[in-house]
């Protein structure tokens, strides 16, 4: 009897470390990540910069124009258009019915390799759905000038500014850039 005891824990000894492997789980683990942006009332935030595309120049002098609702591009004169258009978009928040006025910058001045330069013009904007024009005109915040209202009951509004990009006769290559300011007065 005692070998036969003897037998049966050997055996329990050398198939017991293959019975635990076997029902042992697998897990695995992964690690995600999660953003969101919180907008401050009375606040406002750039989402988009204003893009002229790529382009060619020519020996004519022309224009680059984006459309700052669609932000689709127009080009005049020896200017030839590559694509990669869009208008800049800016996010604020108030509360409905709350009146603003929003100064845009009269230029835009880009520079780029070796120092040249291109100007954007005609700097304007687009604020449908999200704010009803009340009257003004004009580029600063003095009294009568770009007034609007807030329309979404969130009081979070989104609006687009473009321009006109004057690109000179034998514009030299290469990138350009430069930076501009919006104010949004809330009152």
């Not at 076997?22 to 990540?33: D, G, I, L």
């Not at 694509?83 to 910058?105: D, K, N, Q, W, Y």
């Amino acid at each position: 009897a005692v070998r036969h005891l003897a037998g049966a824990t050997l055996a329990a000894m050398l198939v017991g470390p293959f019975l635990a492997t076997a029902a042992r789980a697998e897990t695995a683990t992964a690690t995600a990540s999660a953003s969101a942006v919180v907008v401050e009332p009375a606040s406002l935030i750039n989402n988009r910069s204003l893009a002229f595309g790529r382009f060619a120049a020519s020996t004519t002098a022309g224009t680059v124009t984006v459309n700052p609702d669609t932000g689709q591009c127009t080009t005049t004169g020896g200017v030839v258009q590559a694509g990669g258009c869009h208008s800049a978009e800016f996010t604020g928040m108030g509360v409905r019915r709350m009146t603003l006025r929003i100064a845009l910058p009269t230029t835009i001045a880009l520079t780029g390799p070796g120092g040249a330069t291109m100007t954007v013009t005609t700097v304007t904007m687009d604020t449908t759905p999200d704010l009803n024009y009340l009257g003004g005109n004009g580029h600063g915040l003095g009294n009568g000038r770009r007034r609007y209202e807030i329309v979404p009951n969130s009081g979070i509004f989104n609006f687009r500014v473009a321009g006109t990009l004057g690109v000179g006769a034998n514009q030299a290559p290469g990138v350009y850039t430069g930076s501009f300011a919006v104010t949004v007065q809330y009152q």
